[in-house]
């Protein structure tokens, strides 16, 4: 006999930006072609039985008016408690705020 256990779904918005310590993305460039990143650790309220799949969606950000819009999000390390969100710019943009919603959905 196979045992089954019922899906959980889990979602929320979550935000990152220049007031959020470590921010990086909306410094001045040195190395115009040196691509930059920012890690958010999103917690789950409950734990899954194992690594759940979690899709990204970007909800909203602000960039520098004067660059073009240089921007990914995507999905890093995931485990039963939780992921990272993986932001990233390259060249010369520069990023103060980005939000974004999460669905995780496993067992």
């Given amino acids: 006999m196979t045992l089954s ?6 979602s929320a918005t979550h935000g990152a930006g ?3 310590p470590g921010w990086n993305l ?3 460039v040195t190395l115009p072609e040196e691509s930059r990143f920012f890690v958010v650790d999103v917690a789950f309220i409950s734990p899954f039985a194992s690594p759940p799949v979690v899709h990204l969606g ?9 660059e073009s ?11 039963e408690s939780g992921f ?10 520069r990023v103060y705020a980005v939000e974004f919603s ?3 959905i496993g067992a």
């Fill in 58 to 66: 970007l909800t909203g950000f602000d960039v520098d008016q004067h």
């Fill in 26 to 28: 909306a410094d001045p």
């Fill in 102 to 104: 999460w669905l995780a």
């Fill in 84 to 93: 990272q969100a993986v932001i990233s710019t390259w060249s010369t943009t």
């Fill in 18 to 20: 220049v007031l959020t």
């Fill in 5 to 10: 256990l019922p899906w959980n779904l889990l």
């Fill in 69 to 79: 819009a240089r921007l990914t999000v995507k999905v890093g390390h995931i485990t």
